[in-house]
């Protein structure tokens, strides 16, 4: 097994959304200056400064895929682990591990990088499996550094610490703890393990570590700061894909989160969300493929779903079958109102499984703003065509004004499933939302609090599901629980990854 020399951390904050040189060491832009800082500053940071450097310039495209260990001894007893290293995975996290082998096991992988802990490096040879290739172990992909923190039961830690378990738990990025701020420390060792990822000559590249340390190389992938700690879920063995493509200028390269949390088990279990209860939640359902395409996703005319579009929906009506799902609401194009009837027609259906059975009603509904195929008919970019539409960061491709509109629409989108979810009549709540993947795209950027500018940052396929989970009831913030999940689909879901023999673009 090889292993690379820990380098020094780097502080990282929220990326600035305006290219800027590189300066050194490092350079963080505030609302009023910019300041040099070094590593012997960096517990003074503050969580609104803005890094300003960029990824490094990559030759050719990159797919990284990241899975968290499977359950481990100290998650079943509750115990904080942080980067200790006195856990092992249970029996559970064995099996997890090896569901994760056999989702990943057609898909094609260069090179591996594992995190040096106990549960982190078994769970990574189970998935390379009988790969020959040696694992290669980063001691800056171990898990969270939380001091004395560590080796706490939850309960003990609150008793313990009061006021700074609080935090921790409340506003994790401003967490202080035996003079060290860990989220910030992460974010900046997050940073640091890109740069050495990303210089590795592989095309595609598989990541095992924790859930911490995943939570922020997915967020500094897109430019997301310690704020989004805890939004961007990461359960044992779920599965997280980072699509990296080089800019013909050079300089740093497009970036496009592909999949988040694809989980060995079912996505929209019912339980805690992050370690917190939630009973309001948004899942967010791509239409199925339609008859005009076999790539489906058309954005001339107002094909109906082909068979393949049909298996998907029914794919998606299976998964939520355990579900009560309070209302269904789609775009009207016939895709998505096919899509939405057929899920409707098996929750009704759900519980008349004996003689004395009652339907299960379901409300269903149009919301006329999740239809923006007119939207994209406007873009006259020759790159929206059939083969464009399944490439990660395709609306990066459209113009500006176009983004606009998608983006504006969207938005009273998300804004009518907001206050739909905020019926207070009913104590739980899941509203289920059929539309096209640039809607739902550009709907998870409202729940992020985003601009336009990230909508080339995130990816759907058809037949996904994404889940949304509001622990604080929806005027909180919203948690992401998974994005583009696709296991459920089986033989008709799309590989995680694919040769990269002579494919430039995955």
Known sequence: ???????????????????????????????????????????????????????????????????????????????????????????????????????????????????PLIRSKRTAEIIWGIREEEIITDSDLREIDLYSFQGLLKHEGKAKFGPAYRQWQVDAANFNIDGHYPVRELWGRARNCWTKILAHESKSILVVAHNAVNQALVATAIGLGTEYFRVLLQSNCGVSVLDFTPRIE???????????????????????????????????????????????????????????????????????????????????????AETATIISRV????????????????????IQDLDVAEILRQSTKDTIDVSSLRRPGWLNGLEDGVLSKLWEQSGRAWSSLLTELSNESEKEKIIVAVGHPAVHVAMMGHCLNLRKEWLGSFHLDVGSISVVDFPDGPPGRGIIRCINYTAHLGRWSIPITRSTVDDESF
């Open 347 to 366: 929750q009704e259906a759900a519980d008349c499984l004996g003689a004395d059975c009652v339907p299960r009603y379901v409300e269903m509904g149009n």
């Open 1 to 115: 097994m090889i292993s690379l020399a820990q380098a020094p951390p780097l502080v990282h904050g929220r990326l600035h959304h305006l290219p800027t040189k590189r300066r050194s060491p490092f350079t963080v832009r505030s609302s009023s200056s910019l300041q040099e800082i070094n590593k012997a500053e960096e517990r003074e940071l503050r969580p609104e400064l803005y890094a300003s450097v960029p990824f490094p310039p990559i030759k050719a495209a990159k797919r990284v895929v990241l899975v968290r260990h499977g359950q481990s001894t100290w998650n079943e007893e509750g115990r904080i682990q942080g980067s200790s290293n006195f856990s092992v995975l249970t029996k559970k996290g064995e099996a997890q591990a090896e569901t994760s082998r056999y989702m990943l096991i057609d898909d094609s992988f260069d090179v591996c990088f594992s995190s």
């Open 250 to 336: 050079g300089g740093s390269p497009h970036i496009c989160l592909n999949r988040l949390n694809q989980t060995p088990s079912s996505p929209v279990a019912t339980g805690s969300s992050g370690g917190r209860k939630t009973s309001k939640r948004i899942i967010l359902i791509c239409q199925g493929s339609t008859q005009d395409t076999e790539a489906s996703l058309s954005i001339s005319g107002d094909p109906p779903m082909n068979m393949l579009g049909v298996i998907q929906a029914q794919k998606n009506a299976e998964l939520l079958l355990d579900l009560k799902v309070s209302a269904i609401v789609s775009s009207p194009t016939n895709a998505c």
